[in-house]
């Protein structure tokens, strides 16, 4: 059983950087893959960043990369999205998820999420 609790949202303008931070309970945390997700009013869940357990191995969805960075730290059960040059279009709630499997993109995989944390860009 893992338990998941994001933090580090906020309002923010267009162009600024915010830090979410997404700690976990459980013995096993460091056997996990680790994503990010995102909700928008009105849209599907997004997919944005996903993190291998050793952390070697990232991905992006294209609209984030170059502006966004997944990282952990498994000595602390947490696992962070530096958001950078921050657009209005990243406003949702963001979630984090973990996956026993490992790697994936398909939020249907994931088997813990956390409750997630409101991020607005204002432009």
């Known amino acids: 059983q893992v338990q998941l609790v994001e933090s580090g949202g906020g309002l923010v303008q267009a162009g600024g950087s915010l830090r979410l931070s997404c700690a976990a309970s459980?013995?096993?945390?460091?056997?996990?893959?680790m994503g990010w997700f995102r909700q928008a009013p009105g849209k599907e869940r997004e997919f944005v960043a996903v993190?291998?357990?050793?952390?070697?191995?990232?991905y992006y969805v294209d609209s984030v990369k170059g502006r966004f960075t997944i990282s952990r730290d498994n000595a602390k059960n947490t696992v962070y999205l530096q958001m950078n040059s921050l657009k209005p279009e990243d406003t949702a709630v963001y979630y984090c998820?973990?996956?026993?499997?490992?790697?994936?993109?398909?939020?249907?995989?994931?088997?813990?999420w956390g409750q997630g944390t409101q991020v607005t860009v204002a432009s």
């Open positions: 998820a973990a996956d026993l499997r490992g790697v994936t993109t398909d939020p249907s995989n994931y088997d813990y």
């Open positions: 459980g013995r096993t945390f460091s056997r996990y893959g």
């Open positions: 993190i291998s357990w050793s952390g070697r191995n990232t």
